[in-house]
Nanobody, 124 residues
Framework: QVHLVESGGGSVSAGGSLRLSCRQS????????MAWFRQAPGGEREGVAS???????RYADSVNGRFAISKENNKNPLYLQMNNLSPEDTGIYFC??????????????????WGQGTQVTVSS
C-alpha cells in the first residue's frame, strides 16, 4: 500500500508561483510512475505532469513551460513547481502513483494510489 501526502497549496495572485510537495511511504516498487493531477470545482480530474523513476517527464499542454515536475531522490519527495499561475490553474491538486511506463500517462485511470489533495487558488 502506497500512502501519499501533498502539501504546499495556498492562495496566490495571478502571475505568482507555488511549489507543491508529495511525500510517499509504503512503496516497494522499484519502477513506477508518479503524477500530478488537478480538479477544478465542477470539473473532471485532469493530468498536469508525470515522471517515472528514470526521470522521463510529460506535461499537459496547458502547463508546459510554466510547471516543472521533479523529485529529490528516487522516491521522495515529488515536487511540482508552478510559475506564472493564472486563475484557470485553480483547483485541488492531487499526487498519484502507478505502474511504470516509458513515458507516464496523464490519464487518472492509469494510477492506483492517490493523495488527499491540496487546494490551489489563484486570484486575478
Amino acid at each position: 500500500q502506497v500512502h501519499l501526502v501533498e502539501s504546499g497549496g495556498g492562495s496566490v495572485s495571478a502571475g505568482g508561483s507555488l511549489r507543491l510537495s508529495c511525500r510517499q511511504s509504503g512503496s516497494t516498487y522499484r519502477n513506477y510512475c508518479m503524477a500530478w493531477f488537478r480538479q477544478a470545482p465542477g470539473g473532471e480530474r485532469e493530468g498536469v505532469a508525470s515522471i517515472n523513476n528514470k526521470y522521463a517527464r510529460r506535461y499537459a499542454d496547458s502547463v508546459n513551460g510554466r510547471f516543472a515536475i521533479s523529485k529529490e531522490n528516487n522516491k521522495n519527495p515529488l515536487y511540482l513547481q508552478m510559475n506564472n499561475l493564472s486563475p484557470e490553474d485553480t483547483g485541488i491538486y492531487f499526487c498519484a502513483h502507478g505502474p511504470y511506463d516509458r513515458i507516464c500517462s496523464l490519464e487518472p485511470d492509469q494510477y492506483n494510489y492517490w493523495g488527499q489533495g491540496t487546494q490551489v487558488t489563484v486570484s486575478s
